[in-house]
T-cell receptor, first 115, second 110 residues
């Protein structure tokens, strides 16, 4: 089954404790992206990747890191989480990223709470 | 950066009534995509509009792209409880990024 898988789905952590949210897709998509969703603000792009070893900042990259060492994986790293990073995070992928014209396939979401 | 505005933010309708959400931009939109997110779920792609003045239909849903490519709309005829959710428009005017509107949350009273 074609899917985008995120882990963990739910996480409560404390300020400053490094964490990684994994994202994996099995559709051989070139393009992958991370969004955060906050009430009233819609979906805001954090980082995206056009292909392996190619990443770029979205609209709200501060406090986040990403890497794309393999085509299928695109982990989101919070080196020192802060309470303002409490949010619902979505990973998404698309067939082609140059330019992005196809639909995005979203993961189930990861709800992160930073105390 | 580009801003995509969606109105209304919320809409309550009685089952059977029609519903419309509007997506507006101060700059020319490139390709408009529409997504639906059910409560507790993730966004799911509905459709993409590319051409000026384009109209596409999916059963009770009608999608329009404005002639000047500065707005788009989604209209649902005779809403059903299964239509409940948040509807997002998104534009890829930035080339490699999709900029999402704030979404319209639709609630349907049976």
């Amino acid at each position: 089954e074609a899917q985008v898988t995120q882990n963990p789905r739910y996480l409560i952590t404390v300020t400053g404790k490094k964490l990684t949210v994994t994202c994996s897709q099995n559709m051989n998509h070139e393009y992958m992206s991370w969004y955060r969703q906050d009430p009233g603000l819609g979906l805001r792009q954090i980082y995206y990747s056009m292909n392996v070893e190619v990443t770029d900042k979205g609209d709200v990259p501060e406090g986040y890191k990403v890497s794309r060492k393999e085509k299928r994986n695109f982990p989101l790293i919070l080196e020192s989480p802060s309470p303002n990073q409490t949010s619902l995070y979505f990973c998404a992928s698309s067939y082609s990223g140059g330019p992005l014209t196809g639909e995005l396939f979203f993961g189930e979401g990861s709800r992160l709470t930073v105390l | 950066g580009q801003q995509v505005m969606q109105i209304p933010q919320y809409q309550h309708v009685q089952e059977g009534e029609d519903f419309t959400t509007y997506c507006n931009s101060s700059t020319t939109l490139s390709n408009i995509q529409w997504y639906k997110q059910r409560p507790g779920g993730h966004p799911v792609f509905l459709i993409q509009l590319v051409k000026s003045g384009e109209v596409k239909k999916q059963k009770r849903l009608t999608f329009q792209f404005g002639e000047a490519k500065k707005n788009s709309s989604l209209h649902i005829t005779a809403t059903q409880t299964t239509d409940v959710g948040t509807y997002f428009c998104a534009d890829n005017n930035a080339g490699n990024m999709l900029t999402f509107g704030g979404g319209t949350r639709l609630m349907v009273k049976p």
